[in-house]
C-alpha cells in the first residue's frame, strides 16, 4: 500500500513539474512573440527615416509618431552608446535627453532605438571617388560616353566594412549617371549599388531614371554578427519621411534585398 501510495506521489510531483515547464516554454515564447510584434518597437536612423517593428518588419514611418519621444532610447553618438528617458524632434533634428531633461551631449548622433533587442553599428567613414575605383566601375558600366563616365565618377560614394563577417573589408558602392545639374544625351540614365569581394564587382541592385542609390547606415540589426544595409532609393535632393528605403542582407552567399520600401 505504502508503494501504491509513493508511486501516485511521484506522479503527481512529476505532472506538476511538467505543467511547470510547459508554463514557463508557453510565457517565454508569449513574451517574445509580444516584444518582436510589439507597436511600441522604434529605430530611429538620423533625422529623417523611423522605423516601426512589427510583425517581423520594418515598416517606414512617414511622420513622427508623437507617442515615442516619451520612451527611453539607446541612442548611438558615433560608436558611443548612450540611454536617454527622452527625445524631442525640433526643426528637423532628434534631441535626446538624460534624466531631468540632461543635455547628453550628442553631437554625432546615428541611430536611436526603443523597444528592440541590441543594435550593433559598423565603424566606417564614406569616401569618394579615386584611381583606384576605374577598374570596378568598367566591371558595372563599361560606358564609352564621356560625359556617362564622369557623372558616375562624379556621384561615386564607397564605404570599406566588413558586410558578412570573414574577416576582411569588403567595399560597398552606389554610383550614378543621373545629375541634378546636367543635361544627359546619348545614354540612358542609370543608378548602381555594388560591391567588391576579393577584387571583384557584383551588381547588388541598378536602377533607371532618377531613382539613384544613397547609403544611409550599416548595421547588424538581428544581432547575427552580419551586418546588413540601409539604402534610399531615389533621394534627388533632400533627404525626407516619405522617400523610398531598402534595407539589404547578405544571405546564403549573396548580397540582396531583405525589404524595399514599406510605408505605414
Known amino acids: 500500500m505504502n508503494e501504491i501510495i509513493f508511486n501516485k506521489k511521484n506522479l503527481i510531483l512529476l505532472c506538476i513539474v511538467v505543467l511547470l515547464v510547459g508554463i514557463y516554454v508557453i510565457f517565454v515564447l ?6 518582436n510584434s510589439s507597436s ?21 514611418m512617414t511622420d513622427v509618431p508623437k507617442e515615442t519621444q516619451k520612451y527611453d532610447f539607446t541612442v548611438y553618438d558615433g560608436m558611443t552608446k548612450k540611454n536617454a528617458e527622452y527625445a524631442q524632434y525640433l526643426n528637423n533634428t532628434w534631441y535626446f535627453l538624460g534624466k531631468d531633461y540632461s543635455d547628453l551631449n550628442i553631437n554625432n548622433y546615428r541611430i536611436a ?6 543594435i550593433t553599428l559598423a565603424d566606417y567613414k564614406l569616401e569618394t571617388y579615386d584611381y583606384s575605383d576605374d577598374q570596378y566601375i568598367v566591371q558595372v558600366n563599361n560606358t564609352k560616353n564621356e560625359e556617362e563616365m564622369t557623372n558616375l565618377k562624379n556621384s561615386l560614394l ?14 560597398l558602392y552606389t554610383m550614378s549617371s543621373y545629375s541634378l545639374s546636367v543635361s544627359v544625351t546619348g545614354y540612358k540614365m542609370m543608378s548602381y549599388l555594388f ?5 571583384k564587382a557584383h551588381v547588388i541592385n541598378k536602377s533607371e531614371g532618377m531613382n539613384p542609390f544613397t547609403i544611409i547606415e ?17 533621394r534627388a535632393n533632400m533627404p525626407s519621411f516619405d522617400e523610398c528605403n531598402q534595407i539589404y542582407e547578405f544571405k546564403d552567399g549573396e548580397y540582396e534585398l531583405k525589404q524595399d520600401c514599406i510605408m505605414d
Not at 532605438?113 to 541590441?118: C, I, R, S, V, W
Not at 546588413?228 to 532609393?233: G, L, Q, T
Open 158 to 171: 564607397k564605404v570599406k566594412v566588413d558586410l558578412d563577417n570573414d574577416g576582411r573589408d569588403e567595399i
Open 113 to 118: 532605438y526603443t523597444g528592440l533587442d541590441d
Open 218 to 234: 550599416i548595421l547588424d540589426l538581428d544581432d547575427d554578427g552580419i551586418n546588413e544595409f540601409i539604402i534610399s532609393k531615389g
Open 195 to 199: 560591391v567588391v569581394d576579393d577584387g
Open 30 to 35: 508569449f513574451i517574445n512573440n509580444s516584444r
Open 40 to 60: 511600441n518597437s522604434y529605430l530611429y536612423v538620423g533625422n529623417y527615416l523611423i522605423l516601426q517593428y512589427k510583425n517581423g518588419k520594418y515598416i517606414q
